[in-house]
C-alpha cells in the first residue's frame, strides 16, 4: 500500500496530497453529521419517552 502511495506521489505530485487531504476531510465531515444526529435521536427518543408517560392512557 506505502509503495502504491509513494509511487503515485512521485509521478502526480501535490494533487495526490490534495486528494487524500480531502477525502480525509470529508471522512471527518460525516463522522462529525453522523454524531450529532445519533445525539439529535437520542434527546428525540427521550423527549418522546417522557410525553407519553405524562399523557393519560385512555
Not at 500500500?1 to 512521485?10: E, G, I, K, N, T
Not at 428525540?44 to 393519560?56: A, C, G, Q, W
Request: charged fraction near 25%; aromatic fraction near 6%.
Amino acid at each position: 500500500m506505502s509503495d502504491v502511495l509513494v509511487r503515485a506521489l512521485s509521478e502526480h505530485g501535490p494533487w495526490v496530497l490534495m486528494v487524500f487531504f480531502l477525502l480525509y476531510r470529508d471522512l471527518q465531515k460525516d463522522q462529525a453529521t453522523r454524531a450529532v444526529l445519533d445525539k439529535n435521536t437520542q434527546i428525540l427518543v427521550e423527549m418522546t419517552t417522557m410525553i407519553r408517560e405524562r399523557l393519560p392512557r385512555g
